[in-house]
């Protein structure tokens, strides 16, 4: 699409139904957008269009009256100029297969999940320009940060980043979200934006057991800290900008996602770490912690490209081989000693 078009004209479909989704939909509806968005339970989406409220995924949050909630998928993404998506990572590729029937040859596409595809290992941008042939890289971005929907959806003050291969579809998606209260800053690096934002829900995981555990502060300081250096190990092993890790989709949702009380990888973590398996921690919880999926993603990550990421191992033992979270700290801090700077 021609990027200079005037933004307060453009099109835009929202897919995705859970709280990120439901609060990015309003916060583009409020300012001014007519925005047709997608809802996949037929229940929740006559219920959000009766109440004009998610009483499932974002209870207390009026919507406004131009935000329209279907079922239809076409009708949603059909000659949009901007479609974002907004599904749980382990669908994206079911739910991008859909849109590609639909989707308009102009359109940019905007990705706000996070995650990385278990069996293919791909992140999600990979996983649209695999499934949507007809997407240009250039006319796809990325957006990520610290931010908890609620919070964005009550106008508290955030600040995210949205990345693209193009510095002009990353200018216009920021002028397209960036509000009052919703700060966006560019840049250029999809693969680090994208690998911030997933394996840091990993690290939360981790962070929520060390809570659970009553290892205290200091502890969930150094977990934060080492938990920065594993990813960036595996973002420089994957081609990545170090810097980008230091930035808001980097450290600043590390940070958020390891020390924030609604954290559903948090939660998760927390939970086991209290002895609950993790069985009954999921069957109790209705939105998506992707840390847990994404665990396996990373963890087998590093061994294809040979990263120390001892923290991740560490996740991934507990949740899917039996480690008890205590012996796993216990191994963690016994490792070899080493030099910190180890880049």
């Known amino acids: 699409m021609d990027f200079t078009t005037d933004i307060m004209g453009l099109r835009i479909g929202v897919v995705g139904g859970g709280s990120w989704g439901t609060a990015l939909a309003g916060l583009l509806a409020g300012k001014g957008y007519a925005v047709d968005w997608w809802i996949f339970e037929k229940d929740l989406c006559t219920q959000v269009r009766a109440q004009r409220e998610n009483a499932e995924f974002l209870p207390g949050v009026q919507l406004p009256d131009t935000l329209y909630p279907t079922n239809e998928l076409s009708d949603v993404v059909g000659g949009k100029d901007l479609v974002l998506i907004v599904v749980p990572s382990h669908v994206m590729r079911d739910v991008s297969m859909r849109i590609n029937e639909c989707l308009a040859t102009h359109a940019v596409v905007v990705s706000a999940s996070k995650g990385i595809e278990n069996n293919t290992l791909k992140t999600m941008s990979n996983v649209l320009l695999e499934t949507l042939p007809g997407l240009d890289a250039l006319r796809l971005a990325v957006l990520s940060g610290p931010s908890f929907a609620r919070e964005v959806a009550l106008g508290m003050p955030t600040v995210v980043t949205v990345a693209s291969q193009s510095n002009q579809c990353a200018e216009m998606v920021q002028q397209v979200f960036s509000t009052t209260t919703f700060r966006v800053y560019t840049n250029t690096d999809v693969l680090g934006v994208e690998l911030g934002g997933a394996v840091k829900n990993v690290i939360a995981i981790a962070s929520g057991m060390v809570d659970g555990l009553g290892l205290g502060l200091n502890t969930r300081a150094a977990l934060i800290t080492r938990g920065l250096t594993e990813i960036r190990r595996l973002g420089r092993a994957m081609g990545a900008d170090p810097l980008t890790f230091f930035g808001s ?75 008890s979270p205590r012996e796993a700290a216990v191994q963690l801090m016994t490792r070899d000693l080493k030099s910190e700077l180890d880049d």
């Open 249 to 323: 989709a980097g450290m600043g949702d590390l940070v958020l996602t390891c020390t924030g009380d609604v954290s559903r990888n948090h939660t998760v973590g927390m939970k086991i770490g209290q002895g609950i398996p993790l069985e009954k921690v999921l069957g109790r919880m209705r939105m998506v912690a992707e840390g847990v999926k994404t665990a396996r993603s990373v963890y087998n990550l590093s061994l294809q490209l040979a990263v120390e990421m001892p923290i991740v191992h560490a996740v991934y033992r507990i949740l899917y081989e039996g480690l």
